[in-house]
């Protein structure tokens, strides 16, 4: 059971971002022998905190018999917590990160459950949820790159302050961006940064994030982004770091290129016909650009071609969740 048994109880949800939520609840009160059914729809359309099941009334016990929570935006993922307060505690009773098109409900009796968004026939699973940062964004893909002998982890002192790696990468569908997920392979504190940009013009749409890895651990920079990639769109990552180090933090894709003798020495600009990275239609290329000190600019300086580098360029997940 789900009780609000004074007439300061209240259940409110609270949203991170500006999703637009339909919330549906129906209870009963009972008040002696007086069984009362009611019910109240509420819709938000922010970050905020909102009451969606009032107080009932003096010496009224209200039941909630079902709660739920529908993110209905086309694009934007959204967490929501469920909290009970009573006037002066607000204790959290559910917590879910919502999907476009997916919910939280709860059923008395049976408890909470998240219902996902129905996938469109002929779609990828994975698609607004979470995908790789390289080529069309399949997530396995990735996986299968980085777990095969070869690649070989940066270290801070192989990329240097002054230059930043990126890889591009194209999308088959738009997703909300929440968190930028990475394997590290050693320890290193804050050395790491990376934004994600938009190749057309060049602009930052992450602020510059920097990161922590420890070694053969997961670990993600940044929270609640909220940033809308999206399908057909070229992005690129970009990696720097602010000061020399012999540890590696992110693994990478790519190994170590000794000369550039043999590599194709093409910027992305001098891509030609239908492989130009402005054609739209090619996924992963992998480039540079300079930096100062490490720092990611809001705007790119001219993109070079890649540079015979020690080990790859780092590899990351964009994931809607922001768990």
């Not at 997916?102 to 469109?120: E, N, Q, R």
Request: aromatic share 8%.
């Amino acid at each position: 059971m789900l009780l609000l048994t004074s007439t300061s109880d209240l259940l409110r949800v609270i949203t991170s971002t500006a999703a637009t939520v339909d919330v549906h609840a129906s209870w009963v009160d009972l008040n002696g022998s007086t069984v009362t059914p009611g019910r109240t729809n509420t819709a938000i359309s922010s970050a905020t905190t909102t009451p969606v099941v009032g107080s009932p009334g003096s010496s009224t016990a209200r039941n909630v018999k079902t709660l739920t929570i529908h993110n209905t935006h086309a694009t934007l993922t959204t967490s929501v917590n469920v909290v009970h307060y009573d006037g002066s505690t607000a204790v959290e009773v559910a917590e879910a990160t919502l999907g476009p098109g997916g919910s939280l409900v709860w059923v008395d009796g049976v408890g909470w459950y998240t219902v996902p968004a129905a996938v469109t026939p002929g779609a990828n699973p994975w698609d607004a949820h979470v995908v790789a940062a390289y080529g069309d964004g399949r997530p396995g893909d990735l996986f299968q790159h980085l777990q095969r002998a070869g690649n070989v982890a940066a270290t801070p002192t192989n990329i240097t302050a002054s230059v930043a790696r990126c890889n591009s990468f194209r999308l088959s569908a738009d997703i909300t961006v929440n968190r930028i997920r990475y394997y590290g392979v050693g320890a290193t504190t804050s050395v790491f940064r990376v934004a994600i940009y938009r190749y057309s013009d060049l602009a930052r749409l992450t602020s510059e994030l920097a990161y922590t890895t420890a070694a053969n651990t997961w670990g993600s920079a940044g929270s609640a982004l909220g940033i809308t990639l999206s399908a057909g769109v070229i992005y690129f990552m970009a990696t720097a770091v602010n000061t020399t180090g012999t540890t590696a933090g992110p693994v990478c894709i790519g190994g170590t290129t000794a000369a550039t003798t043999g590599q194709i020495q093409s910027t992305p600009a001098g891509l030609p016909g239908g492989l130009s990275l402005d054609s739209g239609y090619l996924g992963s290329y992998a480039f540079q650009f300079a930096v100062t000190t490490g720092a990611l600019p809001t705007t790119t300086p001219t993109l070079a071609l890649a540079a015979a580098w020690t080990g790859g360029v780092p590899a990351y997940w964009l994931d809607a969740a922001n768990v």
